[in-house]
Nanobody, 127 residues
Framework: QLQLVESGGGLVQPGGSLRLSCAAS????????IGWFRQAPGKEREGVSC????????NYAASVKGRFTISRDNAKNMVYLQMNSLKPDDTAVYYC????????????????????WGKGTLVTVSS
């Protein structure tokens, strides 16, 4: 069964850090650009970050650039999102998905149909 599974979410205070993980099973991530997306309550889903299949190219939404870092370990079939300097506005359910090559990152952009989605992990930033 082909699936993506996110983990690492939780409750963190403003200014804190979390590291999200995305694990693939049933297929090799090597062939896909993997993206992180998020959906806050009452808002549309938005693209946060995307990493190329080799890991050589990364992109970020303006709202997270300089605070979030995406990485991958193809040998482990894993993708990660390191989130630093978290803000209450970062509160959302975070999803990983493939393939993000043609996704425009940031709020206000329509996310095209993607082949694979995880079920998400909740990140809550609150004091």
């Amino acid at each position: 069964q082909l699936q993506l599974v996110e983990s690492g979410g939780g409750l963190v205070q403003p200014g804190g850090s979390l590291r999200l993980s995305c694990a693939a099973s049933g297929f090799d991530l090597d062939y896909y650009a993997i993206g992180w997306f998020r959906q806050a309550p009452g808002k549309e889903r938005e693209g946060v970050s995307c990493i190329s299949s080799s890991g050589g190219s990364t992109n970020y939404a303006a709202s997270v650039k300089g605070r979030f870092t995406i990485s991958r370990d193809n040998a482990k079939n894993m993708v990660y999102l390191q989130m630093n300097s978290l803000k209450p506005d970062d509160t959302a359910v975070y999803y990983c998905a493939a393939d993000c090559s043609h996704v425009v990152l940031g709020s206000g952009y329509v996310i095209p149909s993607l082949d694979y989605w995880g079920k998400g992990t909740l990140v809550t930033v609150s004091s």
